[in-house]
């Protein structure tokens, strides 16, 4: 159905313009039968060709825009496509993991270690689906402009420490270390800022692996505090950096790409740091991996 809109598109297009050609010739092959002489021909001819140039180049301009707008509506399309996908599985998941290992509970006489062992898989799938769902309700406010940040001080080191520490407890095998030059009081909304740390530590655990060392860096400039995540793992492309913030993002297909997630996680993260005045940036890191490094107002 997109190709043939496509293709309608600009069949349409490609019809008007012939036309407009062709209704121009007419004109001034008119204009030369009706003018009186050589004199008035020139000067109807420069107005036909001026005037039709100018409707010509709008023309033109409209059509691109159009045809922008239309590519772009479809890239979103296809990523919406994509995001329902995602989150069917992602729902699914950790709902079915969760139901089996309380099943193995209830019907299995263990020993306590084991039902320890399941009982703390059990959260991760349910912290994995609350993170999920969270994501979902904040891209939902976000859009119907519903989040305002509620700005109050934070002591930035010992929040960074709380959700490492979480993290630690979810994935036991998380090589997870804090570069923090100095304790830095921020004034901006705790949510926000636990969800902007949270999502991009989820990212490059997603993309790295729980077996690849992560760091969680903060530093204070002037005015400003820097911090943000670094990873080992496969980096991001150039192409592919200027498309990471955007809602429903992913990269590879949604039916064989093997990564989790619901392309939510970053364009929040992005979101969140505007509505606090700041910036965020991703850069390659050395000898792999990237760097997401956010920029917020003391």
């Not at 299995?108 to 399941?118: G, I, Q």
């Not at 530590?201 to 077996?211: F, L, P, Q, T, W």
């Not at 990873?231 to 993002?249: A, H, M, Q, V």
């Not at 790409?257 to 364009?267: A, C, D, F, I």
């Amino acid at each position: 159905m997109k190709k043939q809109t496509n293709i309608l598109f600009y069949i349409l297009s490609i019809y008007v313009i012939l036309q407009f050609l062709w209704w121009g010739f007419h004109l001034i092959q008119l204009s030369r039968e009706s003018a009186e002489n050589e004199s008035m021909i020139f000067r109807k001819t420069l107005m036909i060709v001026g005037e039709g140039s100018v409707f010509l180049l709008l023309l033109v301009f409209g059509l691109f825009k159009i045809s922008s707008s239309i590519r772009k509506e479809l890239t979103f399309s296809q990523r919406k496509s994509n995001f329902l996908l995602s989150v069917t599985h992602e729902l699914k998941t950790p709902i079915a993991s969760t139901k089996l290992y309380l099943q193995t509970l209830m019907r299995r006489e263990l020993p306590n270690e084991k039902k320890e062992d399941l009982l703390a898989k059990a959260l991760e799938e349910n912290e994995r689906l609350e993170l999920l769902i969270d994501n979902i309700l904040n891209a939902s406010r976000l859009d119907n402009r519903a989040l305002t940040p509620i700005k109050t001080e934070i002591n930035f080191n010992e929040l960074s420490n709380q959700v490492m520490e979480r993290f630690k407890k979810r994935y036991q095998n998380l090589k997870i270390v804090a570069k923090n030059e100095e304790s830095v009081l921020v004034s901006a909304d705790e949510f926000m800022l636990e969800t902007i740390l949270t999502n991009l530590i989820e990212n490059a655990v997603k993309y790295a692996g729980i077996d690849s060392e992560i760091t969680l860096f903060s530093k204070r400039i002037n005015q400003q505090i820097h911090f943000g995540v670094e990873d080992l793992g496969p980096g991001i492309t150039d192409e592919e950096k200027e498309s990471i913030f955007t809602k429903f993002y992913r990269s590879g297909n949604e039916e064989t790409r093997q990564t989790k997630g619901s392309g939510l996680g970053l364009y929040i993260v992005s979101e969140f740091v505007h509505l606090h005045q700041g910036k965020i940036i991703c850069k390659n890191n050395s000898p792999k991996g990237c760097i997401f490094e956010v920029t917020l107002p003391l």
